[in-house]
């Protein structure tokens, strides 16, 4: 059974630090892109971060650099999202998803590239 479940998530001041996980199962995740999108309330699901099957690359939404950090252990098959000077605009419900050969930025910030997704987990930043 494919799943991807998500953790970590809380209610946070501003300027705080929050660390989300994902734990995958049900398939070699070793070989997915795996990334972070985020659905604020009242708004669209928007692509926060993605990592690629190695690590070795990754890339951010232009309001999550220098503040968010994607890492994954294959080992454990977890990914996560280190998030640091959280802001109230950082409220959203965060997602993990699952994908492959997102080659391109066209792709890999489109939810419809990917074929795997979590429940979700709620971030609330108060100012």
Avoid at 25 to 47: H, I, L
Avoid at 53 to 59: I, K, P, Q, V
């Amino acid at each position: 059974q494919v799943q991807l479940v998500e953790s970590g998530g809380g209610l946070v001041q501003a300027g705080g630090s929050l660390r989300l996980s994902c734990s995958a199962s049900g398939r070699t995740w070793s070989s997915y892109d795996m990334a972070w999108f985020r659905q604020p309330p009242g708004k669209e699901r928007e692509f926060v971060a993605v990592i690629a099957r190695s690590g070795t690359n990754t890339a951010y939404g232009d309001s999550m650099k220098g503040r968010f950090t994607i890492s994954r252990d294959n080992a454990k098959n977890t990914v996560y999202l280190q998030m640091n000077n959280l802001m109230p605009e950082d409220t959203a419900v965060y997602y993990c998803a699952g994908g492959r050969m997102l080659l391109a930025y066209s792709i890999y910030t489109n939810r419809e590239s990917y074929g795997d997704w979590g429940r979700g987990t709620q971030v609330t930043v108060s100012s």
